[in-house]
């Protein structure tokens, strides 16, 4: 059994526009002692998703679905207002956050409390949760200082934040998380806030300390190159969902998805002997307010098709460790299945109908806007033509589109070239300084 495993997690807010759904049906697990990186641009739904399993969403959000399971404790946060069901659950996920859940989050000074010193801030949750007296909180406090390189920890313990630069006080930060010696440590960001020469000296000490605990490990980050050197394991987050899923290996020599080959194009990397350009992803990230059912990178996207736009793909399979949710990819896997030619059959045996002449459902064509535009124009065949009705991807094509989802058109592709790929199948940042007393479970918060 995995050390984190999330199912079909969902997360919504309500607001005056309306319900915005930060968070779509997410998947994924971590095992002990891996490192987890979630890389998505802002907006994305990341650190909605860590609120949510860690019960510290604003008071306007709520879990709608989906199961979390931690250390084999089911830890989905309790659907409805049932006053019991909610008290027990606050009661389990105070044992849990700060003890067996580390948190290290992107503005330190938001989870320091500026009017209590560091000692009282750090001892807090030593005593509550490892029950230390306060002289032996105290002389763990300063080893702890001491571990995550801050000089003269005996002197520094009884200052305030104001008196640590950025990069100290995330220091503090990461001392607190891996106090209580946690399963589970998240890292939410932890070196956006800093100074880039500061940023790679915390990745350092994060990549150090962690590689002596057994802790499973949650990188949260925008920045692709943070993770590249870090993470066993990368999922790629847009709009709420994840779009890719893979190891590091994976996601950086076989990227699948027009997204996560976007994020790619757009850090600096050297193949070879030759520099590539950076390549920034056009377009802004989606209003969820107005997404629609289909790919959440549609606008963005420079391969959409007609079917990207209202319908959401499923996940093809390309190993047992890498997934991807793309149309493009669920095509290639319905070349593979029958070659082109025997439309008839085809359509019989769940592949969708050959698409006319110029393009079809999720036919391909050069041009984007043509893909789009020329729908109605007969061009290119609609998702739900009546010929289509019976003609969904069968079976036996493997997870790709979602149950019900609609017929799909042979991809254009050369099916030569598709079988050679053979797939197989806040509280957030409202939550202001109450941070460490929500961490550790009680008192700070009090004082604040
Ligand atoms: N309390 C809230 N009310 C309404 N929308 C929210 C709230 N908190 C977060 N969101 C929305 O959820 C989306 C995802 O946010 P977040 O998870 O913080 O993104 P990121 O990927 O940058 O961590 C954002 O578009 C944000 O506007
Ligand atoms: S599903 Fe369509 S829009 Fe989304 S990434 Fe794939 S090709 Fe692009
Ligand atoms: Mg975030």
Not at 346 to 358: L, R, S
């Amino acid at each position: 059994m995995s050390l984190l495993e999330v199912r079909n997690l969902t997360t919504s807010f309500k607001t005056d526009q309306g319900i915005v759904t930060a968070v779509r049906g997410v998947d994924y697990r971590v095992e002990k002692g891996e490192i987890l990186g979630i890389v998505g641009e802002s907006g994305s739904g990341k650190s909605v998703g860590m609120f949510s399993l860690m019960g510290l969403l604003a008071d306007n959000g709520s879990v709608t679905d989906g199961t979390i399971t931690f250390d084999g404790e089911d830890i989905t946060p309790p659907r409805g207002t049932d006053r019991k069901g909610r008290s027990a659950y606050e009661k389990k996920m105070r044992a849990i956050r700060g003890n067996k859940i580390g948190m290290i989050f992107q503005d330190p000074m938001s989870y320091l409390n500026p009017i209590l010193t560091i000692e009282r801030q750090l001892t807090e949750g030593i005593r509550c949760h490892l029950k230390y007296d306060k002289k032996k909180a105290r002389e763990y406090a300063i080893e702890l200082m001491g571990m995550v390189g801050i000089p003269n920890p005996k002197t520094r313990l009884r200052q305030y934040p104001f008196e640590f630069s950025g990069g100290m006080r995330q220091r503090i930060i990461i001392a607190a998380a891996l106090a209580c010696n946690p399963k589970l440590i998240i890292a939410d960001e932890p070196t956006t806030a800093l100074d880039v020469t500061v940023q790679a000296q915390i990745l350092e000490l994060i990549q150090k300390l962690i590689k002596n605990t057994e802790a499973g490990v949650i990188i949260i980050t925008h920045d692709l190159g943070v993770v590249a050197s870090l993470c066993d394991r990368i999922s790629i987050m847009y709009g709420g969902r994840i779009m890719e899923e893979g190891t590091a290996d994976e996601i950086f020599y076989d990227p699948k998805h027009p997204y996560t080959k976007g994020l790619l194009g757009s850090i600096a990397r050297e193949t070879g002997d030759e520099k590539e350009p950076l390549k920034p992803i056009p377009g802004t990230p989606p209003d969820l307010l107005k997404m629609k059912d289909g790919c959440p990178f549609a606008p963005r996207c420079e391969e959409a098709m007609v079917v990207c736009v209202d319908h959401n793909p499923g996940n093809t399979e390309f190993s047992g460790t890498h997934r991807c949710s793309c149309w493009l990819h669920c095509m290639e896997k319905v070349s593979t299945v029958a070659a082109p030619g025997d439309g008839a059959d085809d359509a019989a045996g769940g592949v969708g109908a050959p698409p006319p002449k110029g393009g079809g459902t999720g036919g391909r064509t050069d041009d984007k806007h043509e893909r789009l535009v020329e729908t109605g124009g007969g061009k290119a065949a609609r998702p739900h033509q009546a010929g289509d009705a019976q003609a969904g991807v069968g079976d036996d094509a493997g997870p790709g589109p979602e149950k019900g989802g609609p017929a799909v058109g042979r991809s254009e592709q050369p099916v030569e070239a598709a079988a050679e790929k053979e797939p197989r199948h806040n509280k957030g940042h409202h939550a202001a300084f109450a941070g460490l007393s929500k961490i550790f479970g009680k008192g700070v918060a009090a004082h604040v």
